[in-house]
């Protein structure tokens, strides 16, 4: 992995600034894959478009900020060595993003209700063995009413989402359909599960 520079952004609704890291290049060597379509890339990793100030708890979309200036990579300029770097929401962030209406279109809802799905599955990615948030089901069941089926990869996750909640039918029914050649592996260890009646998260190996 590369590192390109590091962005100051000044948070929209209170000035504030933070910092950013981005990628100039990375790969998927090391890559695990999940049922949920989480990817854990070492070499490649996330570049979240909602994030938090870690001290303030403010919430923003990073194509919503100004950028006022970049640092070379893993260089703290003076004028901006006090900044601080964004941080990834947790899951009551994204609650709170939901219920404030920060969320404010489809799209951002689908975001913000996808990274609260992994959040909550990721106790099982580390060795749990049930995701055990109260409004799991309500959360996954408000994603897939901003799933399109007829694109693949939401079609997927819409399928992952009825599996998970154990209802196979719809599960089944949703993952009857031609997935470009890409897809192949995932859609055989999915319907290997509906077919197990098997409504855990796997790794796809």
């Given at each position: 992995?590369?590192?390109?520079?590091?962005?100051?952004?000044?948070?929209?609704?209170?000035?504030?600034?933070?910092?950013?890291?981005?990628i100039?290049?990375?790969?998927?060597?090391?890559?695990?894959?999940?049922?949920?379509?989480?990817?854990?890339?070492p070499m490649l990793p996330d570049e979240p478009w909602l994030r938090m100030h870690p001290e303030t708890g403010e919430l923003f979309w990073t194509d919503e900020c100004e950028e006022i200036a970049q640092e070379p990579a893993w260089e703290d300029t003076e004028s901006y060595r006090e900044?601080?770097?964004?941080?990834?929401p947790n899951l009551d962030d994204y609650r709170r993003a939901l219920a404030s209406g920060f969320a404010s279109n489809s799209e951002k809802q689908r975001y913000v209700l996808t990274r609260f799905w992994w959040a909550a599955n990721d106790p099982v990615r580390n060795g749990d063995s049930t995701a055990?948030?109260?409004?799991?089901?309500?959360?996954?069941?408000?994603?897939?009413?901003?799933?399109?089926?007829?694109?693949?990869?939401?079609?997927?996750?819409?399928?992952?989402?009825?599996?998970?909640?154990?209802?196979?039918?719809?599960?089944e029914e949703l993952m009857n359909f031609q997935f470009p050649e890409g897809y192949a592996h995932a859609v055989a260890l999915i319907k290997e599960l509906i077919s197990e009646k098997d409504s855990a998260l796997h790794e796809i190996t």
């Open positions: 992995m590369t590192p390109g520079p590091t962005l100051l952004l000044k948070i929209p609704l209170s000035g504030t600034l933070v910092k950013i890291p981005t100039c290049s990375g790969n998927t060597c090391g890559a695990r894959y999940w049922t949920d379509g989480k990817r854990e890339a900044v601080q770097y964004a941080e990834e055990s948030q109260p409004d799991f089901r309500e959360r996954l069941l408000q994603l897939r009413t901003l799933l399109d089926t007829a694109n693949p990869n939401q079609r997927m996750m819409s399928a992952e989402v009825a599996r998970q909640l154990g209802d196979f039918a719809t599960a």
